[in-house]
């Protein structure tokens, strides 16, 4: 039999260094480890002259010394192979990370040790972990092995000595004398009596903890540089050496030390994480955080870059993939706050006996100071009394339009603001009054300048900064910043918000208290910039407005107020700012929260990376089932009827079902049904009755989430039943509360439990339990009557049991249910309740200088449930970790999903395909979209051996796929960039291993299409490498340094003309290719044009239902502006595809139209979702006008809105009268905004407007205008 094999990748994401120029040796001993090397190096040097001296001795065995990262390329180590170890006797590895970390080297030196009978080769851990398996691949004794580790672990240079010592008596009949290792302790006060007595009485003492191997290999040149900085610079340094903060033994060394010198704040340099954190997963368990220290204070991350400075001055990104993972993903588990790059690698000497290049840390002292201060300012912040400190709340503004102010996904933002105020005014802040509510709040900010340029001119200002204090501030930027700003936006006197020569800033100051409004970042100043300018640097006024808050009202911390603000996506790095990085420059070395929504990781960790945040994350919005409504109500009723009447009564069946097809086309529903359905009338009544259940399913928002409250009982209820939904596992907590209440009742569909999660309108024919039949009134006919009923018990149990406090014994006939609710009762719902007093409590505790929690982030609804409780500082994921193992088998089925509703569709395979991928969703999901892309193109990702770790891809053969390749094109968002690098290269790896491969037939479309485009390029004059390069390209993004897809300003402001316009702007902010390449980020926008000039279907995937496409703008930035720019390159429409990932078990494909007429339906529409926002006043109608705003966007960008929903949505939400009141009553500048925009769609003709709509709308910008001009 013939087996098929998958092709491997070998992928290494690091270049590597192809020739190392080593003579070869006896002995080679390998390590990972620079400071390791350093203490070899030192040690053979000791040994070498000891042995030269002593008569009776052999000399000792030539060795060389090599870093194993240098050899990680396949090429790299075969090199080496030939050149050194065929020579050599013996090899010592020291492996950080098992064998996983080197395979291709490890399995080399494996088959060189059998090559011979006279090799040796000892495989040690390069950490205090005992590896069984690197026990068993060594060809000695487990004695001498173990020795050897012994020997590296003790390190230091006598432990280095007496190891080439042991080596050379054991193999090379060397007599010198050799001695045992000596470890140093696993941690104590470094220099203890030299550093304390420079110690000053009036200073706060500070811990620097680093490594010990530090210490051993003699390499704290950087350490002592930086100890005296800290002394020169107001605070006593505590410097902590110790082996590992995992080692209980060092810990408890480090806590005493820490306790008994009154120790404020922790500065850390060390990597990994005390917390072991999985992959992304479902979850039952609140997630319980392990505290690192035992005292409450901070702990600020430094970062010791493995890079030199050259590389990471040149690098946009600052820091690679694997210092991303050690130094910045694993520390925030721990609830570290990431600060700043202080040290970069630089050649030390290079060391002629052993052929290696030693490296040492070289500080950087501008940055380490950057550290110092803001080290500073949190030991303020726990030293000074709360009535004497000045904290800012930040208010986010965009589009800066009156009726947008205070963004904040899923966030009652003003209305959260308001009790963030009350808490503080509780514990001593000085504030002597605060707003009776949100609407009071933003109606006294509306009395002062704002960001809108129309009253800049004539509203009262009650801050400014003189342009001499200003200009004194920006003298201080970095030259090249202040050049790039003056080029840009002139002189700060002829900047928008200067009056009277002073910027003004917008805000109002409740007592010592000051809640601004975030400036506009300047895309609504100069209109072309929209179009060509990714990186542009922010006005005059976006400095003065940090700049007053840092130096003349001198706060002592910021607090930006929801997901999210402008600060964090200024261009710079990605992260380890440098000082002409925007972020950094602008907000500079100050203490900073951050209140973010737990399910978006991301977008928070951009925060915590670029502005050193602490994220205090908060609950997602109440959450319900959308119902029918209206005439989605009557219609349920009718088809209810109907189907009553079957074979009963003829004339009645006859007359429903006229009803019904005469309703369904008076609502245009018939224009939402599946369209193969819509030319037969019994066709329309099955795909009616799948609508209709579908639309009643959806999950919806139901208002708003306010910091430190819940809602009424009846959401927290329906709240409830959203996170229990989903089945999480094994066990009986682990059951989805239907699939527990189906077992109950031992409800089956053909001998098999029924599964209410894939409930269909087939016919129910199993018993129908009378407590069941007694929670509805209406017909129970399908399977998906099975499932309301399962709801309806399920929230009156809950809201009887749970929410009013019965006892759960009356559940003992019902044990898989009672067991769950039980759980739910003590865990979830008290893990609830316990957020909102974390969510107020945190901010006052970081506010008070203490250490905030870290937890796990992800969509609880999703069976995160470890998520909670909430009002912790959130992490992310491991980007090595990416896809995870369960992303892939969702990323299989979706895959397998897409191509078959393409195939039904168009009865061909989908050919040239383009996704885009965002990192927020990478981070919540594990990589559903990077594994779906990888199924798609027949490519599979390989983990390290019991590790999460992905180490290599390996090709599916074509006979196994069973179908042609996808040819895939990823446009990623700028922050996916930044943290996955190490991803984008291994999918650009894959991309090019396929165009390499031979393969039988015309299935290995990539390779085709590659060929194709190279040989064109190559016709053209261009090089043939740099042609092969370029045809390869499938990996896209924004400019590096830059963020976003270029469609938000153009659309907020209104100016573009044609959809080529809105497709150049696409073009020209993602036409940067990103792979497995020094030259990431490269000008690529031919590539690109290529790309989505021949790309047939697009296609956006959703993980979560706490949020829809119509409440974002990145699905019609992303999903829309790729759409829109393939149908003007190519001049033919894309198919697009939505992908429900929302149930990990069963995704869901849907057409991009198709989720749009959902949205609209379920949520829109919806008077539950309308009746929600009402209740949240100002920010509940700014949600209705963002929701108009997205809509007309997706059809400004696909042409998938049609007039009947532009009518329906200005009948709900505009004409309505009561909903009109609300909005004039709550936030008239919305209503205006709404109007403009219908207006706009009618006016550009994406809405064929009855005049009589026109006319109306018309109207209403009169009375908004007079309303105006009343006040």
């Not at 329309?684 to 306010?706: F, M, N, P, S």
């Not at 974390?838 to 870290?854: H, T």
């Amino acid at each position: 039999m013939h087996l098929l094999a998958a092709q491997p990748g070998g992928f290494i994401e690091e270049e590597g260094i192809v020739d190392l120029a080593q003579s070869p040796a006896p002995l080679v001993v390998f390590s990972a480890a620079d400071s390791q090397l350093t203490a070899l190096s030192a040690g053979f040097k000791k040994v070498n002259a000891v042995s030269s001296k002593n008569l009776s001795s052999n000399s000792l065995a030539e060795t060389r010394l090599v870093n194993w990262t240098n050899l990680l390329k396949p090429a790299a180590f075969d090199l080496y192979e030939d050149k050194v170890l065929e020579q050599a006797e013996v090899v010592v590895v020291s492996l950080l990370g098992g064998k996983a970390y080197w395979q291709y080297g490890v399995e080399g030196l494996i088959r060189w040790s059998k090559a011979k009978s006279n090799r040796t080769l000892i495989l040690v851990p390069g950490d205090d972990n005992v590896d069984p398996e690197l026990i068993e691949l060594s060809n000695v004794s487990e004695k001498i092995q173990h020795q050897v580790w012994r020997y590296l672990r003790a390190g230091g240079l006598d432990n280095s000595a007496q190891l080439f010592a042991y080596l050379n008596q054991l193999y090379f009949a060397s007599n010198i004398d050799v001695n045992d290792p000596q470890f140093l302790p696993v941690a104590q006060f470094y220099n203890e009596q030299q550093i304390s007595r420079k110690w000053k009485e009036e200073q706060s003492v500070v811990a620097l903890i680093f490594y010990r191997s530090h210490l051993q290999s003699a390499n704290c040149e950087m350490f002592d540089q930086f100890i005296e900085l800290m002394s020169s610079n107001g605070l006593n340094p505590l410097p902590i050496v110790i082996s590992s903060l995992k080692d209980e033994q060092a810990m408890s060394v480090v806590n005493q030390l820490l306790s008994a010198h009154d120790c404020r704040l922790i500065l850390n340099s060390t990597d990994f994480a005390a917390n072991t954190v999985s992959s992304p997963g479902l979850s039952s368990q609140p997630n319980s955080f392990k505290r690192l220290f035992a005292v409450d204070i901070p702990i600020l991350q430094l970062v010791l870059s493995s890079s030199a400075l050259e590389d990471w001055t040149d690098y946009k990104q600052g820091l690679r993939s694997r210092d991303i993972a050690m130094q910045v993903v694993l520390p925030e588990m721990d609830g570290k706050v990431l600060t700043r790059a202080i040290s970069f690698k630089t050649e030390a000497f290079f060391d002629q006996k052993t052929q290696i290049s030693l490296v040492q840390y070289q500080l950087h002292s501008e940055r380490a100071l950057f550290v110092i201060e803001l080290a500073k300012k949190y030991i303020k912040l726990s030293l000074t009394d709360n009535k004497n400190k000045r904290i800012a709340l930040i208010l986010a503004n965009y589009p800066t339009k009156d009726g947008r102010i205070g963004n904040g996904v899923g966030l009652d933002t003003p209305n959260s603001t308001v009790n963030i105020l009350n808490a503080l005014k509780n514990a001593g802040y000085p504030i002597d009054s605060v707003p009776e509510n949100g609407n009071k709040l933003i109606e006294t900010l509306l009395e002062s300048v704002t960001n809108n340029p129309n009253t800049l001119h004539h509203l009262a200002c009650w801050q400014s900064l003189s342009l001499s204090d200003y200009k004194k501030a920006f003298a201080d930027l970095p030259l090249v910043s202040q050049q790039a700003i003056t080029e840009r936006w002139g002189k700060p006197e002829d900047d928008i918000k200067c009056r009277d020569g002073r910027l003004m800033i917008s805000g109002i100051r409740l007592g010592e208290t000051f809640v601004g409004i975030q400036p506009a970042r300047g895309f609504n100043i100069d209109l072309l910039a929209n179009y060509h300018d990714p990186d542009l640097v922010p006005p005059h006024n976006y400095l003065a407005f940090y700049f007053w808050l840092r130096f003349t009202y001198q706060v002592n911390a910021v607090i930006h107020v929801g997901k999210h603000g402008n600060l964090e996506w200024l261009p710079g790095k990605g992260l380890a700012l440098s000082n002409e990085c925007w972020p950094d420059a602008v907000l500079g070395p100050m203490p900073h929260f951050y209140p973010f929504i737990v399910n978006d990781p991301g977008e928070g960790a951009q925060a915590k990376r670029r502005t050193q945040a602490v994220i205090i994350d908060h609950l997602m919005p109440p959450m319900t089932r959308a119902e029918t409504y209206g005439e989605l109500a009557e219609l349920e009723g009718l088809v209810d009827e109907y189907y009553q009447a079957q074979g009963l009564d003829v004339r009645r069946e006859v007359w429903l079902r006229e009803q019904i097809l005469e309703k369904v086309q008076s609502t245009n529903i018939l224009d939402e049904l599946n369209e193969a359905a819509r030319e037969d009338d019994n066709q329309v009544l099955e795909e009616l009755d799948t609508y209709l259940c579908d639309i009643k399913e959806a999950q919806i928002r139901h208002g708003l989430h306010i910091l430190g409250q819940l809602p009424e009982p009846h959401k927290v209820a329906n709240t409830l039943i959203a996170l229990l939904r989903l089945p999480r596992g094994e066990g009986v907590i682990n059951q989805g509360i239907l699939h527990a209440l189906v077992s109950d009742f031992v409800l089956q569909v053909d001998g098999k439990a029924f599964d209410p999660l894939e409930a269909t309108r087939e016919q129910w024919l199993d018993e129908k339990p009378s407590l069941l039949m007694k929670v509805s009134e209406t017909l129970w006919r399908t399977h998906a009557d099975t499932r309301e009923r399962l709801e309806l018990l399920a929230l009156e149990w809950v809201e009887h049991f749970l929410l009013n406090d019965n006892d759960l014994i009356e559940l003992n006939n019902y044990p898989a249910t009672q067991a769950l609710l039980t759980y739910a009762k003590s865990t979830i719902q008290a893990a609830l309740n316990q957020s909102v007093k974390n969510e107020l409590s945190a901010i006052i505790d970081g506010l008070d200088g203490k250490f905030i929690e870290a937890g796990p982030s992800g969509a609880p609804t999703r069976g995160r449930l470890d998520t909670l409780p909430t009002g912790r500082n959130f992490y992310s994921v491991d980007n090595r970790a990416i896809p995870s193992k369960a992303a892939w088998i969702l990323g299989q089925q979706s895959a397998q999903a897409l191509i078959h509703r393409h195939l039904q569709e168009h009865g061909d395979y989908p050919k040239q395909l383009g996704l885009s991928v965002w990192g927020t969703a990478t981070m919540r999901t594990g990589g559903d979209d990077i594994a779906q892309a990888f199924a798609l193109m027949g490519v599979k990702p390989i983990w390290a051996q019991g590790s999460n770790r992905v180490v290599d891809f390996e090709i599916i053969p074509f006979q196994l796929l069973n179908r042609p390749r996808v040819d895939v094109t990823l446009r990623v968002s700028g922050f996916f960039r930044d943290a996955f690098a190490n991803v984008m290269a291994l999918f650009d790896a894959a991309v090019v291993a396929i165009s390499e491969l031979n393969e039988p037939g015309n299935g290995n479309l990539i390779q085709q299409n590659i060929k194709q485009r190279e040989a064109q390029l190559i016709a053209d004059g261009m090089v043939i490498g740099e042609a092969k390069r370029e045809a390869s390209y499938r990996v896209f993004g924004s400019k590096p340094g830059a963020y976003g897809a270029g469609l938000q300003g153009l659309i907020d402001e209104r100016c573009w003309e044609e959809k080529s316009d809105l497709a150049e702007a696409y073009l020209n902010w993602g036409g940067y290719a990103y792979g497995n390449s020094d030259k990431d980020g490269v000008q690529a926008k031919d590539a690109f044009l290529h790309q989505l000039s021949n790309i047939e279907v697009v296609v956006q995937n959703q993980d979560n239902r706490e949020h829809d496409l119509l409440d974002s703008d990145d699905y019609y930035q992303f999903q829309g502006g790729m759409s829109n720019a393939a149908q003007v390159y190519s001049g033919k429409a894309p198919t697009i595809y939505h992908s429900d990932h929302s149930n990990p078990s069963k995704p869901v494909i849907r057409t991009l139209k198709e989720e749009l007429n959902r949205v609209i339906r379920s949520r829109v529409l919806n008077p539950k979702w309308i009746e929600g926002m009402r209740e949240h006043g100002y920010k509940g109608a700014f949600e209705m006008g963002a929701t108009v705003d997205y809509l007309f966007a997706y059809d400004a960008t696909t042409d998938l809105i049609a007039d009947y929903q532009y009518e329906q949505v200005t009948d709900t939400l505009l004409f309505d009268d009561v909903n009109q009141q609300f909005l004039k009553d709550n936030n008239p500048q919305i209503m205006e905004e709404m109007a403009e925009r219908l207006m706009e769609a009618a006016q550009r003709g994406l809405w064929q407007a009855p005049e009589e709509y026109k006319e109306k709308l018309q109207d209403l910008l009169l009375q908004c205008d007079e309303m105006q001009e009343a006040k």
